[in-house]
């Protein structure tokens, strides 16, 4: 462990499930494999038992992504996208967490949504309708779009600059934060029969917006829910990327398989969150991350020999060529792949300037069809990895993908959960409240200083006690 005198030693790991509503995710291939259920995504009863299975194995969180459009770079077409199921068919991941809350009691729920092709007022509405219906357990990916085959399926001519992209994720921020924190004041749902008044009039107020991407008068129609913003997730790592994360995101998704890089990133967002006059541990930091474990480290070699067999490297390849803005088809095997400065994912472009990448060099990293780090071994053997990683990097916690549904979450909740617990570095029940107040212990509400807090009513006791309503547990 290269600075443990420097690692908090007690603290605990933050562990969400990563899925897609959809069979091929992150790891692709492994549909094939006979034991997989995936192919079951489009039925009710296996995201419900997924959430059971989460709830009993402690998981913080269920984080769902999605995409708008269809992968088409590789091989100018969506052939592979089909055949190997490269997230299409994909469904909407908000549609499942009023099933999954119904059957869960803690467990969170980090919803991606691509605020490009959203209005926000009523995704808005949607969220704090979710927000209701949870108790205050959802969390919102702000993802802005990179793919042009889902400008062309929403009847635009083609991606906005890069930068652009993230100015008008910035006014549609502001503009939900208007709706959440700055329509209804905490107490304006009365509920009194006796005098007839559900809602205070005096304490609902309209909002007026008037901004270059977004107009909006008017009251917003969801009260005040428990969190009244949700849990604020957010994957930017470009310039521009990290200056809008580290202003607004409360968790963050880090991408990188080598821990001094990790650090190296982890370093670099805290600061910034600091120079945003933020304190730098009020954002989670996630990495990404792949496991197949077993009783020992041989049976865990051999259950990860059984999923290459059915892993496709290529497709891989496919998802990552659309994230890169670039078809990886017309390079040879062993051709180093040129920097071209594309409107897509930036910081996963970068890499062909840094380095010299070939895609046999892919193919490898892609061995079970994803690109996240691999831990391969026992129990204890997972635990020991998962603990060094976060000591070494200071980040708070890991999205684990799967790979062969459901056996993979299963086999990680068997035999590395209670190595983590037996170590004192997960936590053996749940706390109580909100997604927000498990992830900080510090209330349901967002804490200030963030951007969304110049938009909040104060009602007159809340002035004399500010933190009265945030700080409820």
């Not at 600091?274 to 304190?279: A, N």
Request: net charge negative; charged share 25%; glycine share 6%.
């Amino acid at each position: 462990m290269t600075n443990n005198h420097t690692a908090d030693t007690s603290k605990q790991i933050i562990l969400n499930a990563f899925d897609m509503n959809c069979a091929g995710h992150i790891n692709h291939g492994l549909w094939t494999h006979p034991r997989d259920e995936s192919h079951r995504f489009n039925e009710l009863s296996y995201w419900t038992d997924l959430a059971k299975t989460l709830e009993q194995g402690l998981f913080d969180g269920l984080f769902i992504a999605d995409i708008t459009g269809v992968y088409d770079v590789y091989q100018g077409n969506i052939d592979l996208t089909l055949k190997e199921s490269i997230q299409l068919p994909s469904h909407d991941p908000s549609t499942l967490v009023s099933a999954m809350a119904a059957v869960t009691e803690h467990l969170g729920f980090g919803v991606t949504v691509n605020l490009s092709y959203e209005t926000p007022y009523q995704f808005a509405r949607r969220l704090a309708s979710l927000d209701h219906l949870t108790q205050g357990r959802i969390g919102w990916n702000i993802v802005t779009g990179y793919l042009d085959s889902a400008e062309r399926l929403i009847g635009q001519k083609g991606l906005k600059d890069h930068d652009l992209r993230y100015e008008q994720a910035e006014e549609f921020l502001e503009l939900c934060y208007k709706f959440w924190e700055g329509s209804w004041e905490d107490d304006a749902v009365r509920k009194d029969k006796t005098r007839r008044i559900f809602s205070d009039p005096a304490k609902v107020h309209a909002i007026q917006h008037q901004g270059q991407f977004y107009q909006s008068q008017g009251v917003f129609q969801v009260s005040p829910s428990l969190q009244r913003t949700p849990v604020l997730y957010q994957a930017g790592a470009s310039p521009r990327g990290l200056a809008f994360a580290t202003q607004h995101a409360e968790g963050m998704f880090i991408g990188a398989d080598k821990p001094e890089k990790i650090k190296q990133q982890v370093d670099k967002i805290r600061a910034q969150a600091l120079e945003q006059g933020r304190d730098p541990h009020a954002i989670k930091l996630f990495v990404g991350i792949s496991v197949v474990t077993a009783e020992t480290d041989e049976l865990a070699q051999e259950k990860l020999a059984e999923y290459i067999r059915y892993a496709s490297p290529e497709a891989g390849l496919a998802h990552f060529s659309s994230s890169v803005g670039m078809d990886l088809s017309k390079f040879s095997d062993d051709e180093a792949i040129p920097y071209q400065k594309t409107n897509s994912i930036a910081s996963v472009n970068s890499k062909f300037k840094e380095q010299k990448i070939t895609p046999k060099d892919l193919k490898a990293q892609l061995k079970l069809g994803g690109r996240y780090p691999l831990i391969v071994g026992s129990g204890a053997s997972v635990a020991e990895q998962l603990i060094d990683l976060l000591d070494e990097t200071g980040v708070d916690g890991f999205n684990l993908t799967r790979t062969v549904a459901p056996e993979s979450h299963q086999d990680f909740i068997r035999w590395v959960i209670p190595e983590l617990q037996q170590r004192g570095r997960y936590k053996t029940e749940y706390a109580h409240g909100s997604l927000r107040n498990k992830l900080f212990q510090n209330g349901n509400r967002l804490s200030a200083p963030h951007p969304a807090d110049q938009y909040r009513l104060h009602s007159a006791a809340q002035k004399l006690a500010p933190q009265s309503a945030e700080h409820t547990e």
